[in-house]
């Protein structure tokens, strides 16, 4: 499946977060959470 959640985040202090699935990011980032955050 597409949806599975296997990715992670990598924020500005290079600590990792997740695994998130493609369903969470696209939310995240069409609500401009995910601006800052590295894909």
Do not use: I, K
Request: glycine share 10%; proline share 3%.
């Amino acid at each position: 499946a597409v949806d599975e959640t296997c990715w992670m985040l990598q924020d500005g202090e290079g600590r990792s977060h997740g695994p998130y699935s493609l369903t969470d990011l696209n939310y995240w980032h069409s609500t401009g959470y995910l601006q800052d955050s590295l894909m």
